[in-house]
DNA sequence: CTGAAAGCGCTAACAG
DNA sequence: CTGTTAGCGCTTTCAG
């Protein structure tokens, strides 16, 4: 039939399927199917036999057409947004390394991961990856500036799990570590080794940062020391700008102490402009990132952070969007986070 | 805080589909699926009826059975092998990019891409993705030590492409940069600074390391310096490791003025190394380093490297994986490298 | 120009 | 236990 030739435009290299298991079989596809799905019902000569047939075939099940039957998709798209400004991907290894904790789960619940680009500015785009059936929930990491285009997607039921922080009147899940207690604690940890003239490196226009932030004063608080305005370094997550801004800061002469960055990435950066204008890390200045990605353990001198669990993360943002893809109700995560004390911050005895 | 608890797809109501939309525009699905696909033989009227009723009810067209019906996929899976021996998922920003370049390419021809997670010791189940129809054809990054696995899939005509090295009696596509080329240039940057005792950190049995330290052999050969074996150190792409040997490697007490790193992210690490012992980069020991990720430009000094053009990459690997796919040959491509240089081999001015 | 009908590759009642 | 049948949501002849 005409509709063959279009399918299969090289007729002799066509891929084996289930029918033609049958016909060699001798059975039906019916059989061939309960065969392959380890059905109860059905003679184990008979499933054995199929089995190794198909195995020796290299035959696998199509599973786009088995989904399309069941009604279930088993994909899910995760998103990391494309940043608004440049126009880049993002390359902050955190992100990586998210990706491969999300790989995991996934591949744990039986779901595809399906890796999608969409532009920060263009958040609307996501619900369309659920409404043509191209996956049947989806996952975005980092929230940016984009609360309100995400609380609109929830509006529309779309089924969907953010990696970020839990802000007020969020009609979405969010996942992401306590930000505000990450801050807290690495602040605390400075204040702690005597620092008292403590920057904060990052973005507070994002909402994680902006805990991160809340975390860091409150600290100060508690200890009963005042923060100076003067101290707060705005760079955004990516590694080249968040240097420019260290660079323009210290032409600025403005003393410190200790530094909090929102990131390792930018953390480390930071650490290399510090010991550019000829101060000593830790000694003349303690620093603390943010995240525990690989390279914070490794860098020069290993960088004292915050911990989040990436692997935790994976497993509960996947768990959350199989709440809500089942029409249930799924709260925000809040994870713990803990300090990892390295050389950055305190000199080995 | 309050947590809030949140649901999104209402269960009992289905999704909209394409007869959803025929019965409200009073047409026949066979109209619809014309007007949303432009076809040509349709009144413009009902057309523009059609499409706005679909976009107000935020329907699109379920994509899934659209390609059942069509054959054709226009899914690719994109593949990261996990580390064979430490189990872990590569950490290095290298894949990251080459993932965000993969992810353009693949979208600019309509392409979905599956991210999945296979062991590097079980490439065999890479065949799997295309036989079970989740994929019309993948991309492997990285050829590690599986040469002969990937020859094996190749006989069993699975279309694939692999980002590595050109290796003899290859079976398969590959496309990556031209690491001889690139091991040479690096090389004689250094020699050309009158460095001499030139370490090299990589790990040869990797093919790619392996062809980057055959243009470092050559380069020492073409300005007749011989070279050292003992200057050879062989570490793996992580950094944990590589910077580990690199520790070993700076105990035995062996003298270095240089060093070409099979990787940034192992350049840096050892630049960490080199300084904690006192070492000063570029002036003691000048640094090279391969790929130019990101951090390159970043990290202190500022390292020199052998820049591999990732965008290029990422379309050129598919544009191979397209020929493969329509049954056409596809040769194996080299990319032109170039060397970068930066402050970790030479002091600004 | 439009509709009816026949599938893409598979599964699940429903009957034997 | 196994085959028959009727679709999943869509596209495309083939007839109007």
Redesign the interface.
Known sequence: MVLKR?????PD?R?IQMSDIARLAGVSTATVSRALNGSELINDETRVRIQELARSL????????K??RLGD?RTIA?VIPRDQASKQ???D?F???M??SL??AL?DQQY??????VDADHLGDL??LY????ASGIIVIGQWRHHDQLNEM?L?????VVWGA?LAG????SVGSDNRSGGQLATAHLLGLGRRRIAFLGDTDLPEVAQRHEGYLLAHQQHGVAVDPALHIPAPFT??EA?AAMQAFMQHGVKLDGLFAASD?IA??A???L??HGLDVPRDVSVVGYDD???A????PPLTTIRQSIELAGAEMVDCLRL?????????RVLATSLQIRQSSIAAR
Chains 1, 2 share one sequence.
């Not at 529309?156 to 969907?160: E, L, M, S, T």
């Open positions: 279009m399918a299969f435009p090289d290299k891929k290299n035959y696998s099940i199509n599973v786009r057409a989904n399309l998709d995760v991907h993002v390359s290894p992100f990586l390394g990706l491969g790989a995991d591949t595809d991961l399906l890796l999608s680009r619900a369309a409404d043509s059936g191209r929830a529309r039921r779309v089924p969907f839990q969020q009609l979405y899940c590694a080249g240097q990435l480390m950066n650490m290399g402009v010991v550019g990605i690989e390279a353990a490794h860098c020069h809500l893809m089942q029409g249930k109700p799924a709260a925000p």
